[in-house]
């Protein structure tokens, strides 16, 4: 009765609440991901269980950068993702993760999230949540503990910003200043209203203090998207939203080379096109181009509704292919000048003899039947469409000229078009500059089949990933566009039965052996040799330069896709059964959709193999070469506990484990080994007969070889004291056989649980090593094991 007149005094309470769920149900109609389910806590909170989390791994400070749930013990619908994240990750009051986009992998859902604090986004905070039929499976990225009494208001207003930014950038002309780069704007995005003008976005910026970066502090600030014509930069400013301090001014292009020393500021023209409406069949034509790289190719061009008239724009796929040749001509008072030019055709047969000139305007032809040749390759391989998967209109800028990047290409995500940097070297103009590198004859035109989708590539990276542009990040841009470069290579050989060879970059622009080679990093034949081995031979500490750095993650592609036997530059043996490129490319895909701006390689790793697992099984023979040609290129596993300091090879190692119905001869594997392809089945209440066998070294004489083995009989991730099914010692340097009884619990939890092999070579007096312990000299394998119930 007290409930009731309460309710009946408080009539205005139930008002507003009736019209909180209303607005509630009017948000969620007809909207993808999380929904009016997503808004259940209200009544039924997300609530920590110990039993909850089966796996996870951490960041130095503490933060969960990846979870394994036990859905089958505690399950957690997908719909309550966002409240997961926050009670999971411990986020404070004031942090929400607000939903982005979803993407279905085989019979998983991936659900990508931003952080935000008070409504406001939190640079680099991003997380995803895999489910499957409903139900969350996994959790992976990167949130950040932005404390509760961080200032969220600003002192400076955004077009104050904005001033200081451009006094900081201090070019002569910006993009936006160019009435025809605005009118080409608004026909690209199909809105009168689209500009170049910079919106700044108010965001929480970790900011890092000093050279070191190791100590960092949460910043409000405004970022910039600037682009400017004179100098032909584009950069990403993050502004102090307070003191007005210039926290970070980065280059926003992804280059395919290195950069030089830039003349004349370009001056864009266009033409109209709107005689003719670019979805109507009678204005898209097929034409054959005699490209400069890939011989005769069809190509489709446009009419713009006019006769003996094809210009090099494709309306068929997505928003349209428009690619423009950039030319240096000189106005009456003799000053050169940098146009841009529709290429227009009169019968729509590109030949030879019109267009392989002093000027390479055959190099157009490669780039504009390049772009179709990468729309296709995504749209058919990984159902993308186009660069952000939302078809939208995809511009090729072929010879911008700019001396700063001489002779080479660029994807910028400012203006969100390609730029094919080069000034051909019979041109008159061309000479007239006088820069060696113009003249190096071993450089062609950047618009080959495996630079263009490379470049494209970086758009794609950039819209699923958001890769900052230093360190690892930056190595994991380059590698995935080489990996698509491969990718793009292999299909049109398949489909059009062409012959490229795609483990090389670059091979077509820069006689003698290209770029790079995927294959054989190290070859002394291409211009940039780099490292096949993490943090080995030729690795670049010092500059962490991404296209050097990048071939590890490349010739781990390779590896997978080829296979390989052999051993690394930590001497460390492998052998890995190749799964074709086409399996390959499918892993990197799904992987991609996992990492985010500040991931690396040990990321990279672990989620290609979360991505093989949802794509072929958990326990596939993809997993397992998946696995192995990541220990081939030494990219260590997110583990805690690991013999051999890193990749280094140990003289005392695991060499067999038996369990069950499964024995795993493994020999050195360099200090640490996933085996979680593997399968050991056992059934509660029944003993089982372990065998162990380990080999050492006459080299440590007094050493002694030290087992132990826990099984996370109940599931939540760690491993206990009670759990410890194995502790003994083997007596001798050299190694030998351990066989041990162990018996599972009857009230072990059916299911797949963890299990760790831990053999450290210490002096006999030494204390055993913890679950979680890394050592010098022995190894640590990791398994999963099939726990059932026993009936007769």
Excluded at 217 to 246: M, T
Excluded at 425 to 441: Q, T, Y
Excluded at 758 to 766: F, I, L, R
Excluded at 775 to 788: M, P
Aim: net charge negative; charged share 20%.
């Amino acid at each position: 009765m007290r409930l009731l007149k309460l309710l009946k005094i408080n009539s205005n309470i139930k008002i507003l609440l009736s019209m909180f769920m209303i607005s509630i149900l009017f948000s969620c109609k007809d909207k993808q991901g999380p929904g009016i389910e997503s808004w259940l806590w209200v009544l039924n909170p997300v609530q920590l269980d110990s039993k909850a989390l089966s796996e996870r791994t951490y960041t130095s400070d503490g933060r969960i950068t990846f979870a394994k749930f036990n859905s089958d013990l505690v399950p957690y619908s997908r719909k309550q993702a966002p409240e997961v994240l926050k009670t999971y990750l411990q986020l404070p009051l004031s942090s929400e993760a607000t939903f982005l986009r979803s993407a279905r992998v085989g019979n998983y859902d991936q659900d990508r999230f931003q952080q935000r604090y008070k409504g406001i986004r939190v640079e680099n905070g991003i997380y995803t949540v895999v489910s499957k039929e409903n139900t969350i499976e996994l959790m992976m990225g990167e949130f950040h503990q932005v404390p509760e009494n961080f200032n969220s208001s600003p002192k400076l207003s955004e077009s104050e910003a904005l001033s200081k930014t451009l006094k900081h950038i201090g070019a002569k002309k910006y993009i936006w200043e160019s009435v025809e780069r605005e009118a080409a704007l608004k026909r690209k995005k199909n809105d009168p209203n689209a500009s170049y003008f910079p919106k700044g976005e108010l965001l929480v910026y970790e900011h890092s203090l000093g050279k070191s970066n190791t100590k960092k502090e949460f910043r409000l600030a405004y970022k910039f998207g600037i682009a400017s014509i004179d100098p032909p930069i584009s950069r990403y400013v993050y502004v102090d939203s307070n003191s007005g301090e210039i926290l970070s001014s980065k280059d926003a292009r992804r280059y395919e080379g290195v950069q030089f020393p830039s003349p004349k500021p370009p001056i864009e023209i266009d033409i109209d096109y709107s005689r003719c409406i670019i979805d109507r069949e009678y204005c898209i034509e097929q034409g054959t181009a005699m490209t400069r790289f890939s011989g005769l190719q069809s190509i489709t061009t446009w009419t713009a509704g006019k006769t003996n008239h094809f210009e090099l724009k494709d309306n068929s796929r997505g928003g349209g292919i428009y690619t423009y040749s950039w030319e240096f001509v000189k106005d009456p008072l003799e000053d050169i000048q940098l146009l841009n030019i529709p290429m227009i055709d009169t019968n729509n047969s590109w030949s030879q003899s019109e267009y392989h000139d002093d000027y390479n305007h055959d190099a157009l032809l490669d780039a504009h039947w390049g772009i179709e040749m990468t729309y296709d390759y995504f749209k058919s391989i990984h159902n993308r469409l186009s660069y952000d998967g939302d078809n939208s209109r995809i511009f090729n800028n072929v010879h911008y000229f700019n001396a700063f990047v001489a002779n080479n290409a660029y994807w910028d995500p400012v203006t969100e078009e390609i730029y094919y940097v080069y000034c051909p070297h019979k041109n008159s103009i061309c000479k007239g500059f006088n820069l060696p590198i113009l003249l190096d004859p071993k450089y062609e035109d950047f618009t080959s089949l495996d630079i263009v989708s490379h470049e494209f590539g970086h758009g794609i990276n950039g819209d699923l990933a958001g890769f900052n542009l230093d360190m690892e990040p930056g190595a994991l841009d380059e590698g995935f566009s080489d990996i698509w470069n491969v990718g793009v290579n292999n299909y049109v050989n398949k489909v059009l039965g062409m012959q490229k060879n795609i483990w090389l970059v670059g091979d077509e622009t820069v006689p003698g052996g290209g770029m790079r080679s995927v294959s054989n990093p190290k070859s002394t034949t291409v211009m940039s040799p780099g490292p096949n081995t993490y943090h080995g031979d030729l690795w670049d500490f010092e500059d962490n330069e991404a296209h050097t750095n990048s071939l590890v993650l490349s010739h781990w592609f390779y590896t997978l896709s080829k296979g390989k036997l052999g051993f690394n530059d930590y001497e460390c043996t492998y052998n890995v059964s190749g799964i074709g490129i086409e399996k390959a490319e499918r892993i990197a895909y799904v992987a991609l959709l996992f990492l985010s701006s500040t991931s690396g390689y040990t990321s990279a790793r672990t989620y290609a193999i979360i991505a093989a697992k949802l794509l072929y099984g958990l326990f596939s023979s993809e997993v397992k070469s998946t696995i192995d040609a990541w220990d081939a290129v030494a990219v260590p596993a997110e583990t805690t506990s690991r013999g051999g300091q890193g990749m280094v090879r140990p003289r005392h190692y695991i060499a067999s484990v038996k369990l069950s119905n499964v024995t795993n001869d493994s020999g050195n594997d360099c200090g640490y080994k996933d085996n979680s392809y593997l399968l050991p089945t056992v059934l509660r209440g029944v003993t089982y007969n372990m065998v162990l066998l380990s080999q050492g070294s006459a080299s440590n004489p007094s050493k002694v070889h030290k087992w132990r083995v826990w099984i996370d009989f109940n599931q939540n991730g760690s491993f206990e004291s009670s759990e410890m099914v194995v502790q003994d010692t083997v007596n001798s340097s050299f190694g030998g056989t351990l066989q041990k009884s162990i018996k599972i619990p009857t009230n072990a939890l059916t299911g797949y649980a963890k299990m760790r092999v831990s053999m450290k070579a210490a002096q006999s007096g030494e204390a055993y090593q913890g679950s979680s312990e890394s050592f010098v000299e022995g190894e640590v394998e990791d398994y999963i094991v099939s726990i059932l119930d026993f009936s007769l």
